[in-house]
Structures are given as structure tokens and as C-alpha cells.
């Protein structure tokens, strides 16, 4: 299902460089909530990273359009992305189709990332779960030939995985990355979606911004630092160098 809501156009191949990584989001906020540190930490160190909202997240209880647009706008400043749109598929409703899966995998032919990044593969979100069933989809889909798809073909060499999850679970991460440097503004991407994440939520502790700062404390300590963001990955990891290890 394409929702009419102005999504985005595909960018010019020809005119755009090619990401180092694209994060694919359900909704604005997630990208945020479960690695923005990550996606700020990857800017600082001069890749060019890339957010792709699958839906506007709209209806809310206290938001609206208008609010998301402004609010994810804020949230995109913050992080000083390389590159953000929105697939313009429907909230709520989600879905794992050749339809929607076309349509990311047009996008990834444009913005030719490296690498990808997903939510968590077990959560109570259905959204959640379609848009990662649909990224890995996406991912094989891009590569193929003959086809009308705009862009080359392109296969991202690794698809990894974000916590933003739903769920209550003791996850065991492959990895968790320091984002000590990179907290506060975190928190201010976050804090943009003012409508999301404090408007009309309980202000009792521990609120949600409470559990998002307690999160990243626990994967922090977890590797010595104080704030960290865990990872998770189907795919063996490889490495060339034991010297970026904690």
C-alpha cells in the first residue's frame, strides 16, 4: 500500500554519492530511539549515513502531520544526516509486499549504501516486523537485472539490526557501540518528537525518556562506558583489525 502522502523521490544516481549506510526505519523516530548515537557517531567519523522512514507514523494520539513533518525535520538537523525520506507507505498497516518491497529496493539502488540497518527481527510491532522482513527482501531485490526499477543494480554487503523493540527481553547483542560522546544529542533527536515521547505520557518515573536513558546506561556499563547501543547481526562479522576492540 502506497500512502498518498508525499513520499519522497527517488534520488538521481547519477548525481548522488553513494551512502556508506542507510538505516530503514517503521516510523520516524525509530531510527533515533534505537541508534541515533550510532548513525551521529558514523557522521562524526565522516561517512555519509542515510534514513529511511518507511511510513509518516501518523495517526497518533498527540500528533499529526504537521507535527511530524516539523518534528522529524528538528530530529534530522540534530543528527545531521546525509540523506532522509519517507517511503510513504501506511501506518498501521504495514506489509510485506512485492508492491512495498519494489519500492525499498528502489531506493537502495539510488542511494547504493554499504550497508543496512533493520529493526530487530523479534518484536511485538507488526509494523516492526514487516519492515524488517521487508529490508531483507529489499536488499536481494535490488540486486536483480532486467527489471524497470530506477537505479543500477546494487547489493549491500551486510544487513545488521537495531534494537527498537516492543518487547520486554533480555537480548543478547553481537555487539554494543560506544556512543558516550554522542549522548546528549541523542537524546535531543529524541526529545524532538516531543509529541511522541512526552506530550501526554505518563510523568511519573521511570517515563520513557527515563527507559531510553536507563537502555543506553545498561549497554554502556555493559562495556565499560557510560552510554552504549547493542546490535545484532545473521551474518558473521569480519574484521581485519583487533585494535577498535574495547
Given at each position: 500500500?502506497?500512502?498518498?502522502l508525499?513520499?519522497?523521490?527517488?534520488?538521481?544516481?547519477?548525481?548522488?554519492?553513494p551512502?556508506?549506510?542507510?538505516?530503514?526505519?517503521?516510523?520516524p523516530?525509530?531510527?533515533?530511539?534505537?541508534?541515533?548515537?550510532?548513525?551521529?557517531?558514523?557522521?562524526?567519523?565522516?561517512?555519509?549515513?542515510?534514513?529511511?522512514?518507511?511510513?509518516?507514523?501518523?495517526?497518533?494520539?498527540?500528533?499529526?502531520?504537521?507535527?511530524?513533518?516539523?518534528?522529524?525535520?528538528?530530529?534530522?538537523?540534530?543528527?545531521?544526516?546525509?540523506?532522509?525520506?519517507?517511503?510513504?507507505?501506511?501506518?498501521?498497516?504495514?506489509?510485506?509486499?512485492?508492491?512495498?518491497?519494489?519500492?525499498?529496493?528502489?531506493?537502495?539502488?539510488?542511494?547504493?549504501?554499504?550497508?543496512?540497518?533493520?529493526?530487530?527481527?523479534?518484536?511485538?510491532h507488526?509494523d516492526?516486523l514487516?519492515?524488517?522482513?521487508?529490508?531483507?527482501?529489499?536488499?536481494?531485490?535490488?540486486?536483480?537485472?532486467?527489471?524497470?526499477?530506477?537505479?543500477?543494480?546494487?547489493?549491500?554487503?551486510?544487513?545488521?539490526?537495531?534494537?527498537?523493540?516492543?518487547?520486554?527481553?533480555?537480548v543478547?547483542?553481537?555487539w554494543?557501540?560506544?556512543?558516550?560522546?554522542?549522548?546528549?544529542?541523542?537524546?535531543?533527536?529524541?526529545?524532538?518528537?516531543?509529541?511522541?515521547?512526552?506530550?501526554?505520557?505518563?510523568?511519573?518515573?521511570p517515563?520513557?525518556?527515563?527507559?531510553?536513558r536507563?537502555?543506553?546506561?545498561?549497554?554502556?556499563?555493559?562495556?565499560?562506558r557510560?552510554?552504549?547501543?547493542?546490535?545484532?547481526?545473521?551474518?558473521?562479522?569480519?574484521?581485519?583489525?583487533?585494535?577498535?576492540?574495547?
Amino acid at each position: 500500500m502506497i500512502n498518498t502522502l508525499t513520499p519522497t523521490e527517488f534520488p538521481n544516481p547519477d548525481e548522488f554519492e553513494p551512502l556508506d549506510f542507510l538505516v530503514v526505519a517503521p516510523h520516524p523516530d525509530d531510527a533515533e530511539i534505537g541508534m541515533g548515537g550510532t548513525i551521529m557517531r558514523m557522521i562524526d567519523q565522516g561517512m555519509r549515513v542515510g534514513v529511511l522512514d518507511l511510513t509518516s507514523g501518523e495517526p497518533t494520539p498527540q500528533g499529526s502531520m504537521e507535527t511530524r513533518i516539523r518534528e522529524t525535520a528538528a530530529a534530522t538537523a540534530v543528527m545531521k544526516l546525509t540523506w532522509r525520506g519517507n517511503a510513504g507507505l501506511v501506518n498501521r498497516a504495514l506489509e510485506n509486499t512485492i508492491e512495498a518491497r519494489v519500492r525499498i529496493a528502489s531506493y537502495i539502488r539510488c542511494l547504493r549504501p554499504r550497508w543496512l540497518f533493520a529493526p530487530y527481527h523479534h518484536d511485538a510491532h507488526p509494523d516492526h516486523l514487516a519492515a524488517t522482513l521487508l529490508t531483507e527482501a529489499a536488499r536481494f531485490q535490488a540486486k536483480l537485472s532486467k527489471t524497470d526499477m530506477p537505479g543500477p543494480r546494487h547489493h549491500p554487503e551486510r544487513l545488521y539490526y537495531y534494537f527498537c523493540i516492543h518487547l520486554r527481553l533480555a537480548v543478547q547483542p553481537a555487539w554494543i557501540v560506544d556512543i558516550s560522546d554522542q549522548w546528549e544529542r541523542k537524546m535531543a533527536a529524541v526529545r524532538a518528537f516531543e509529541s511522541q515521547m512526552i506530550t501526554g505520557r505518563p510523568t511519573t518515573p521511570p517515563t520513557l525518556i527515563d527507559r531510553i536513558r536507563h537502555e543506553g546506561e545498561h549497554w554502556g556499563r555493559l562495556i565499560n562506558r557510560t552510554h552504549g547501543e547493542p546490535f545484532d547481526t545473521k551474518e558473521p562479522l569480519a574484521m581485519s583489525s583487533l585494535r577498535d576492540l574495547l
